[in-house]
């Protein structure tokens, strides 16, 4: 419906087409409500933390059931989508922990996976050594292979959600909206090009843009921090880096991650540890020096084979995290029909059809299944991260 030409009215407007959004405003219009989905720069845009080629879908959260089976079920919903599209969106690699003895977390992991009835493999050393001659292990205790889990060819992925929320009716505008002010009811946003829309109810799942929007209210909550991505070529020995011979490894202790060749775009190696402060709009992206050295160091250990291998391309991207690594999905305290949905904290990129459906729940009125560790409450200042 349209009150003027400058009017829109909707039930519901989603403001943020990253994952978390894309999602949100697929299973609502899905369920019958009339949505608009608005982005800045458009959906898997280079700017967003849902950009770039690839991101991991792991079930291992320790001991994190919450996480394991939203995992879990925001797999079976990327798989039943990437059927309707016809497109590779999944790649299922496997999903390799790298143990010490000391590490409870790779452990924790395994007891949750058995337990919520997930496949997984343990290797002992020597098996990884064996099965995995790429990977440098005579420091590894044990290794624990996620059989079902892989890569999500992210830009892709989200730009085929949107795509399939197009046929099902979602509006998509992309301009920037304004913050809003006030307190209550919330009737309506305005965007950069003087577009007034109206709707019953306002996702904000802005991602690292949140705490520009909500400044008062989540600085210091939502931090998006800078990381950098490198992309190796394997050139003649590829064929031991493809995937099907080498899984994506998570190296836990060393807080660091890679890829096999997916795609013919290069092995990824990145580091996990959080980086310094970053400006999503105006964050320069090219990768620095001492960021290339670091993730050489570690080829040099981890992946010798690759330690003198060309850089065929590199990324900028962002996390956005909150204060424990827990994301933020919880009504606005000022306003009544606004909710805010993010902290994805390098994380959350699998957990996107999860979480679509756990905020059509909430704005159909129920309580039941509502996740206290998800609310703003939670959300301190200090950094203390507790999920990985």
Not at 8 to 34: C, K, M, T
Not at 300 to 328: H, I, M
Not at 331 to 353: A, E, I, Y
Request: net charge negative; charged share 25%.
């Amino acid at each position: 419906m349209t009150t003027n030409n400058r009017t829109r009215v909707y039930d519901v407007a989603v403001i943020g087409a990253g994952v978390f959004g894309a999602w949100i405003a697929y299973q609502l219009q899905r369920s019958g409500n009339r949505v608009i989905l608005i982005d800045a720069h458009g959906p898997g845009n280079s700017r967003s933390s849902s950009g770039g080629e690839s991101r991991i879908i792991r079930m291992g959260y320790g001991p994190d059931e919450i996480y394991t089976r939203s995992a879990k079920r925001s797999l079976e919903l990327w798989l039943e989508l990437a059927g309707v599209v016809g497109e590779p969106l999944f790649h299922r690699t496997g999903v390799l922990w790298l143990a010490h003895e000391a590490d409870p977390y790779p452990a924790q992991c395994q007891q949750t996976l058995d337990r919520v009835g997930i496949s997984s493999t343990r290797l002992t050393s020597s098996e990884l050594a064996k099965r995995f001659p790429q990977l440098a292990t005579g420091d590894i205790d044990w290794g624990l292979l996620e059989n079902d889990g892989g890569a999500l060819m992210a830009r892709r992925a989200v730009q085929a959600v949107v795509h399939e929320a197009l046929k099902e009716g979602v509006t998509f505008l992309q301009e920037r909206v304004t913050a809003p002010t006030g307190a209550g009811l919330l009737e309506y946003v305005v965007t950069a090009a003087d577009h007034r829309l109206c709707a019953e109810a306002f996702v904000f799942a802005g991602g690292p843009w949140l705490p520009q929007l909500f400044p008062e209210l989540l600085d210091g909550r939502i931090r998006p921090s800078r990381q950098e991505v490198l992309f190796f070529g394997a050139g003649d020995k590829g064929s031991s880096f493809s995937p099907g011979v080498l899984p994506i490894w998570i190296d836990f202790r060393n807080e660091a991650y890679g890829f096999p060749d997916l795609e013919s775009r290069g092995v990824k190696v990145a580091i996990d540890r959080h980086g310094p402060a970053f400006d999503p709009e105006q964050g320069d992206r090219v990768v620095t020096s001492e960021g290339l050295a670091e993730v050489r160091e570690y080829l040099e250990r981890r992946v010798p084979r690759l330690k003198d291998a060309p850089v065929v391309e590199t990324r900028v991207c962002q996390y956005e995290n909150t204060s424990n690594g827990d994301f933020l999905i919880d009504r606005h305290p000022d306003f009544d029909n606004v909710w805010l949905v993010g902290g994805g904290s390098g994380h959350g990129f699998k957990h996107g059809p999860a979480i679509g459906e756990y905020v059509l729940a909430r704005l159909q009125g129920s309580e039941e299944g509502t996740e206290p560790r998800f609310s703003l409450a939670t959300k301190g200042i200090a950094v203390e991260r507790s999920v990985y």
